[in-house]
């Protein structure tokens, strides 16, 4: 069964620099969550967007910003990295079932270290 | 602070014990979630039990929910070394949105010894 696609699964970038995350939904889910997980911690929400529009908005940096597509597909655009930012990046998708948040069926992730 | 608080932070055990994970939360839900994520792997959904349930389970996996005290447990009998991960509760945003979050506990660590 297809599962959560995201790219790049690592990189690394020198302060300062910007950076963009992609992220493809499982076919047919309508909703896409991007988390923040530092080492050791657990996931921190940061943004979701539910049929293309933004849902719900956590603790996202204004350096931070991200849409969804016409397909579906989500990219998490990250401008003036900080060593803080080093964490992976996650992508959830799922199927809205009515207002309640069912289950978030979670990409691999993406590695970003920044120097 | 965070909305889910896991207790314990580490467990260790034995292969074949049961291993017994809980979790506390601050505002009110409609469901709360279980995820196992093996180390530096994505999150991967267990359970999910509504806010009107006190019990689920599903193979080895036993979760309760008690709303009077805004705490859940997992119960996870006759380990394996291979539930060896870090198991986060999850609990949804007490708003009735499409699309809203899901905000995750801090996570038990738990190793199952062969």
């Known amino acids: 069964a297809a599962g959560v696609i995201q790219s790049p699964r690592h990189l690394i970038k020198e302060k300062r620099e910007t950076a963009t995350l992609k992220c493809y939904p499982i076919?047919?889910?309508?909703?896409v969550y991007w988390y923040q997980q530092g080492p050791g911690q657990d996931p921190q929400f940061l943004i979701s967007?539910?049929?293309?529009?933004?849902?719900d908005k956590g603790s996202i940096p204004d350096r931070f910003s991200a849409q969804q597509f016409s397909d579906y597909h989500s990219e998490l655009n990250m401008s003036s990295l900080e060593l803080g930012d080093s964490a992976l990046y996650f992508c959830a998708s799922s199927l809205a079932a009515g207002v309640y948040t069912g289950e978030l069926f979670f990409g691999e992730g993406s590695r970003l270290t920044v120097l | 602070s965070q909305q889910g608080e896991e207790d314990p932070q580490a467990l260790s055990i034995q292969e074949g014990e049961n291993a017994t994970m809980n979790c506390s939360y601050k505002t009110s839900i409609n469901n709360l979630q279980w995820y196992r994520q093996n180390s530096g792997r994505g999150l991967v959904h267990l359970i999910l039990i509504r806010s009107n349930e006190r019990e689920k389970h599903s193979g080895r996996l036993r979760v309760t929910l008690d709303t009077s005290k805004k705490s859940s447990s997992l119960l996870i009998t006759a380990s394996r070394a291979a539930d060896t991960a870090s198991y986060f509760c999850?609990?949804?945003?007490?708003?009735?949105?499409?699309?809203?979050?899901?905000?995750f506990g801090e996570g038990t660590q738990l190793t199952v010894n062969p």
């Open positions: 967007f539910y049929e293309k529009m933004q849902s």
């Open positions: 999850a609990t949804d945003a007490p708003w009735e949105t499409s699309g809203s979050r899901l905000t």
């Open positions: 076919p047919r889910h309508d909703t």
